[in-house]
Structure formats: structure tokens, C-alpha cells
């Protein structure tokens, strides 16, 4: 396994491409983003916001607000994505992420802003996620989500994610992908440079 360290992982700010050719920045949440982070949320239409919770929520409530903002905790770790828009940064989707050492597994959920979807943001965001994972050295990739959720089910589906039941939650459906990418070959650059810097830290055993 891989050992990415805080501080590398901090200097991992990515910028894609979508299909219309605009840039989108995926970086770490950081503190200073909490007022940001909670706009964010909020402006998801309510059943945006029920897909991404599970639940009937208005906004973050302050202890989901700081597991958000304080990434590296526990091994889980927060992202943005970003646009510029009339010359600011504007936030248009997020994820969070949970790499699992016991199991080498790496759990995830995302949201894309309503009026940010259909433009290949929610595609390039789980692109970049599962280069992340690859570079944690993880051998699962997973996520659950409400069975009438059909937006991440068909982004799932498109992504060769395969689907089972949510273990204890009939309302669930879990999407899951097996991950066998070798640091060399891990698609994004940043992240198989990271990958492959750090690989001889994961000892002789390693895959």
C-alpha cells in the first residue's frame, strides 16, 4: 500500500478538462472554505440535497461542517470542484472520501450543483477519484446511494461501476469497482506522480 502523507496530498490541486474545453479544479477543502462549503449546500435544490445525505437536511450541521473542513482525519479527506465564474471561484460540486488501511478500500460520495449538471462535471469528478484511490494503494472503490437516486446510479453505471444491495438498508443501493492500477499506470499525472514517489515507501511486498 501506498503511504500518501497530509502535506502531500495538500500540494495535489488538479485541473481538468471538460468536454466543452473549460477548466474545473478539483482541490482539498480547507477551512477557510467553510462559509463556501455551506452556500454550497445550500443552494442544492432539496432533492439534491436528500440524494447526498440520505435524509432531509437543510444545511451542514456544524459537526458534519468541521469532518468536511478537517481533512486527514480518520483518513478521510474532502474535495471541491471549481469553475471560475465572472472572475471568482465558484464552487460546483464536491466529494468526500474515506480510505480504509484494514481493508484497502476507499469509500466516496459526491453532489454536483443542479445548475452545473449534464456538463461532464459529475464524470471528470469520479475520474479524478478513482485516480485518487488508485494512488492510496486501494483495491475497492465504493459508494452508496438511494435506489431512486437514477442520476449517480447512471453515473455509476457509465463509469463500469457493478451494483449489490447496501448491507442493513433495504433503500440503498451500494456501486462498487475493483481497483487494480499499478502507480505507473494511474491515468491522472499528478496523481501517479504522487503515486509512484511514494511507492518504495510501501515496502517490498508491495503490488
Known amino acids: 500500500m501506498i503511504a500518501l502523507r497530509l502535506n502531500d496530498l495538500r500540494q495535489q490541486s488538479d485541473m ?65 470542484a471549481t469553475m471560475s465564474i465572472d472572475g471568482l471561484e465558484t464552487i460546483v460540486g464536491e466529494a468526500h472520501y474515506a480510505f480504509d488501511t484494514g481493508t484497502d478500500s476507499f469509500e466516496f460520495g459526491l453532489s454536483i450543483g443542479d445548475r452545473w449538471q449534464g456538463q461532464g462535471i459529475g464524470a471528470a469528478l469520479l475520474r479524478n477519484l478513482q485516480c485518487r484511490a488508485a494512488a492510496f494503494g486501494a483495491r475497492r472503490l465504493f459508494g452508496d446511494t438511494l435506489r431512486s437516486n437514477d442520476v449517480m446510479i447512471g453515473l455509476a453505471r457509465k463509469s463500469g461501476f457493478a451494483f449489490t444491495a447496501s448491507p442493513g438498508d433495504w433503500k440503498l443501493v451500494r456501486f ?32
Open 16 to 80: 481538468l478538462r471538460l468536454r466543452s474545453g473549460k477548466p474545473l479544479t478539483v482541490r482539498l477543502v480547507e477551512p477557510a472554505d467553510a462559509d463556501g462549503l455551506q452556500g454550497y449546500f445550500r443552494s442544492l435544490s432539496v432533492r439534491s440535497r436528500y440524494n447526498r445525505f440520505l435524509g432531509a437536511i437543510s444545511e451542514l450541521p456544524q459537526n458534519l461542517l468541521e469532518h468536511f473542513i478537517h481533512v486527514g482525519e480518520g483518513d478521510r479527506f474532502s474535495v471541491i
Open 176 to 207: 462498487e469497482k475493483h481497483v487494480d492500477t499499478a502507480p505507473q499506470e494511474i491515468p491522472c499525472a499528478s496523481w501517479r506522480l504522487a503515486a509512484q514517489s511514494l511507492a518504495p515507501l510501501s515496502g517490498p511486498s508491495a503490488n
